[in-house]
């Protein structure tokens, strides 16, 4: 029977290295390949930067562009092509990483490659590393309870514009509205219309330019970003 190698998604956190689970660090140092997301006119991600923070890593490191079109097809051709990349070093019995920012479970590129691993290779080990996600950071340098007791927390895609509207946000206690480049100020209005008063917002954490605050005034006079957040609370 051939032997396959393993297909491991790995959170690496938000942007800061020291945020790095020991797991994930275990495992980026044993795997042979590790794959990462890049942008058409990127050289490097922001995942490929926070693994070569890491001393010991002898694997080597593979780009794959995925596909931002609105097309599903087109997305979906970029997912196939990916994995069948990754599928040609797991057929040669080399154990492969996913590195990704944040979670890998949560609106990753990794659970559609996985996917599309596993139709190719049904019977492949997958191994998924979790990760500390932007919002759960930023909260924490600004002290600020996400949810306690019995309250209710949502997590919206707010770059879709049309999901973050008053009669949703009102059924949580706690909003967190992840990429909020396209309408920032818009939804803020949202959240408070909806009794959240106590927000903040972030971008690009765990990174040297990033910001936090909790503001109003210096939220709404800053500049939008993609890499971005805002959590809503109930005061």
């Keep these: 029977m051939t032997k396959y190698g393993k297909f491991i998604g790995v959170g690496v956190g ?55 079109s609105r097309s599903h097809s087109q997305r979906k051709e970029a997912w196939v092509k990916n994995a069948l990349l990754v599928c040609d070093k797991l057929k040669d019995g080399k154990d492969v990483a996913f590195v990704t920012i944040g979670d890998p479970l949560i609106y990753s590129t990794y659970t559609y490659l996985m996917k599309e691993v596993l139709n190719i290779i049904a019977d492949i080990k997958v191994e998924t590393i979790p990760g500390i996600t932007s919002f759960q950071y930023s909260a924490s340098r600004k002290n600020m309870p996400i949810v306690e007791d019995e309250e209710t927390l949502m997590l919206l895609p707010a770059w879709k514009e049309e999901i973050v509207n008053l009669d949703l946000v009102k059924k949580a206690d706690t909003v967190v509205c992840l990429k909020t480049y396209r309408t920032r100020n818009a939804i ?19 990174l040297e330019d990033e910001k936090i605050s909790n503001s109003l005034d210096e939220i709404k006079k800053t500049s939008v970003e993609y890499l971005s957040h805002l959590i809503g609370r109930k005061k």
């Design 14 to 68: 938000p942007g800061d290295p020291s945020m790095l689970t020991l797991k994930a660090v275990d495992v980026l140092k044993k795997v042979d390949y590790i794959f990462e997301a890049v942008g058409k006119n990127s050289k490097e991600s922001i995942s490929s930067k926070i693994v070569s923070a890491i001393e010991g890593i002898t694997a080597i490191k593979i780009p794959l562009v995925f596909s931002m």
């Design 188 to 206: 803020i209005d949202i959240l408070q219309n909806s009794g959240k008063n106590n927000l903040l917002y972030a971008q690009r954490v765990g």
